[in-house]
């Protein structure tokens, strides 16, 4: 192929990213052929009336109709255009006659290819982009090409933990219950709950404070490797780790004047770091508050520990 002596084309369903030999892919040259518009797809019915020299016996709904099962594909257009050219002599078919002469087209879905992936994407931004509207239709789509419900059911469960966080808790425990109920109920009536919690999911405040906060805490995890806990929250169940320290100081937050200590629970070797911050969306609003107001608590104890250290 690279010296030219051989000229390959090849027509290809799947993604040729996934499916073609990395070498090959990259000596050749890909064009992408989408879906055909209704306006073509009406084009290709006229040239075939055109050939046949006689024109399809459909009202112009019916045309319509024949259009929307093609779903894009000129090839099945023609394939159904020839069933009707081949039938005897009829009176014009309305949208029922004409269903009466097809069969239903069972929409293009692929669960294990590119298909799969394209429509999940869809699904789970438009639950990310606040579309409940989107975010159903897709989830029909999906259900509709066959699509293991439960497969569906877990990812809602991720968008719950990855976009929606402490915005609305209530999202995670949405979609386990829905999770929950399909396994319950089964198909159709469970798909019902994947659907409310798709519904739910959409129209709830977003935030990725948490999982970018959990991202952080990782990666200062791996960089402070594995440094210690401070003395005064280490367990001390034995008279020698009492005297050693263990447990020295530590105060029971629930029972301080605010609920509140400040005391440092960071390894003595680490300064600390912030990891988690909310916007504000949602019940992160009063969350952000709280920990704002604790912020300043922390640091006026810090203060007053030093002014303390310094009069000694």
Not at 3 to 28: C, D, M, Q
């Amino acid at each position: 192929v690279e010296a030219g002596v051989v000229t390959l084309v090849r027509a290809t369903t799947e993604n040729p990213s996934f499916e073609l030999n990395g070498a090959l892919l990259s000596r050749s040259q890909v064009y992408v052929l989408k879906r055909r518009a209704d306006a073509a797809l009406d084009q290709l019915l006229s040239r075939a009336a055109a050939h046949m020299e006689r024109g399809l016996p459909l009202s112009p709904e019916a045309r319509q109709a024949m259009l929307a099962l093609a779903d894009g594909d000129g090839r099945y257009l023609l394939t159904m255009s020839v069933g009707l050219f081949d039938l005897p002599a009829v009176e014009t078919l309305d949208v029922q006659g004409l269903a009466g002469v097809l069969q239903r087209r069972a929409p293009a879905y692929d669960k294990s290819r590119e298909e799969h992936y394209n429509l999940i994407s869809a699904l789970h931004k438009s639950v990310r982009g606040s579309d409940p509207d989107a975010a159903l239709y897709w989830l029909a789509r999906m259900l509709n090409g066959g699509e293991d419900p439960l497969y569906l059911a877990r990812r809602i469960v991720r968008m719950a933990v990855e976009d929606i966080g402490e915005a609305d808790p209530l999202s995670i425990l949405v979609a386990n219950a829905a999770k929950d109920t399909y396994d319950f109920l089964g198909s159709p009536e469970g798909e019902l709950a994947l659907a409310q919690a798709v519904v739910h999911l959409a129209t709830a405040p977003k935030s990725v404070g948490v999982y970018e906060a959990f991202k952080a805490a990782r990666k200062a995890a791996y960089e402070t490797g594995s440094l210690t806990p401070p003395a005064h929250i280490r367990n001390a169940p034995t008279k020698l780790m009492k005297s050693l320290g263990y447990g020295k100081g530590y105060q029971y937050d629930p029972d301080t004047p605010e609920g509140f200590s400040g005391a440092n629970f960071f390894p003595d070797e680490m300064e600390r770091r912030t990891f988690y911050k909310p916007k504000g969306e949602g019940h992160e609003e009063k969350v952000k508050a709280r920990l704002e107001r604790w912020a300043e608590m922390r640091a006026r104890l810090a203060k007053d520990a030093a002014v303390d250290g310094a009069g000694d």
